[in-house]
């Protein structure tokens, strides 16, 4: 069963516009959720996270949204570059021990 | 080069063969995860150490499968008798779970492309 989820396998924006990935989860004892982003043939690359204590979390063009009654949390990249193309992942944990991931979103970004 | 290390980054394999893959991971993190991913999935949890204690396997890690890290520093993923099925990427990260620092941030090294023909 997927516990984590992102519906949108693909997302095109134009260049300096804002990109908006989205991520659901069915577990309510998930704590702590973390964005990754991965190029091919390289390993994902830690982007940003939010603590389930929190709503909102940003660093620099990245904000991450967390909705925890609608198990729910977004990222936010504003201005996008073409450089943010790559593939995004959200993944959800339970206190470290476990991580889970979501099966990725690729963003395109159009210069 | 202070990140995570996996090697080989290549292995093609005969199915019925066994297999031994290595992760170094950053020197300080006391925490180790293995993961696998498949084409158009994300990574899939296997297992984690602690430190050299193994704390937790998904249902995922068949009897097959079987994890190490002695001394709390490098960590092998040893997968007896291949199947076509365990053709995938196993991803290796580490993270550091206390003192100073502490986050559950996870690096990832670069990945281990698994082939069973």
């Known amino acids: 069963d997927q516990q984590v989820k992102q519906n949108s396998p693909s997302l095109s924006v134009q260049e300096g516009r804002i990109s908006i990935l989205n991520c659901d989860y069915t577990n309510s004892m998930f704590d702590y959720f973390l964005w990754y982003k991965k190029y091919p043939a390289e390993g994902p690359t830690f982007l940003i996270s939010i603590s389930s204590i929190k709503d909102k979390n940003e660093d620099g063009r990245f904000t991450v949204f967390l909705n925890k009654s609608a198990k729910h949390l977004s990222l936010h990249i504003v201005p996008s570059q073409p450089g943010d193309s790559a593939v995004y992942f959200c993944?959800?944990?339970?206190?470290?021990?476990?991580?889970?991931f979501g099966t990725g979103t690729s963003l395109t970004v159009i210069p | 080069d202070t990140g995570v290390s996996q090697n080989p980054r290549h292995k093609i394999t005969k199915r019925g063969q066994n297999v031994t893959f290595r992760c170094d991971p950053i020197s300080e993190h006391n925490r180790l995860y293995w993961y696998r991913q498949t084409l158009g999935q994300g990574p899939e949890f296997l297992t984690y150490f602690q430190n050299e204690a193994q704390l937790e396997k998904s249902r995922l890690l068949s009897d097959r499968f079987s994890a190490e890290r002695p001394k709390g520093s490098f960590s092998t993923l040893e997968i007896q008798r291949t199947e076509q099925g365990d053709s995938a990427m196993y991803l290796c990260?580490?993270?550091?779970?206390?003192?100073?620092?502490?986050?559950?941030?996870?690096?990832f090294g670069p990945g281990t492309r698994l082939t069973v023909t």
């Open positions: 990260a580490s993270s550091l779970s206390s003192g100073a620092g502490a986050s559950y941030e996870q690096y």
């Open positions: 993944a959800a944990s339970d206190a470290g021990n476990q991580f889970y």
